[in-house]
């Protein structure tokens, strides 16, 4: 079974941090490469941050450089994204996606909501 699923969401208030967190089920993440994806209501899904397959080289959208990290935790064959300094704007349903050669997988989603 190949799968990717998302844990960690949570409601939390601006300027606090939250850590997501994607397991993979199937296949091993290196050799994958390992992306978060966020939609809010009504706005298309946007990249939000990458980590290549291989050699980990990483990869974020302008709006959360500086403040979100992601990483490989190899032993759970995990993904993690560090989020720090949440805004508002940062609200959304963050979905895992794994890209290996030609087939690609989606987990189902975890809502994270940051408000005061």
């Known amino acids: 079974q190949v799968q990717v699923e998302e844990s960690g969401g949570g409601l939390v208030q601006p300027g606090e941090s939250l850590t997501l967190s994607c397991t993979a089920s199937?296949?091993?993440?290196?050799?994958?490469?390992m992306s978060w994806y966020r939609q809010a209501p009504g706005m298309e899904r946007e990249l939000v941050a990458t980590?290549?397959?291989?050699?980990?080289?990483?990869n974020y959208s302008d709006s959360v450089k500086g403040r979100f990290t992601v990483s490989r935790n190899n032993s759970r064959n995990a993904v993690s994204l560090q989020m720090n300094n949440l805004k508002p704007e940062d609200t959304g349903v963050y979905f895992c996606?794994?890209?290996?050669?030609?087939?690609?997988?989606w987990g189902r989603g975890t809502q994270v909501t940051v408000s005061s």
């Open positions: 199937g296949f091993t993440i290196l050799i994958a490469d």
């Open positions: 996606h794994a890209q290996r050669f030609i087939n690609d997988y």
């Open positions: 980590i290549a397959a291989g050699g980990g080289k990483t």
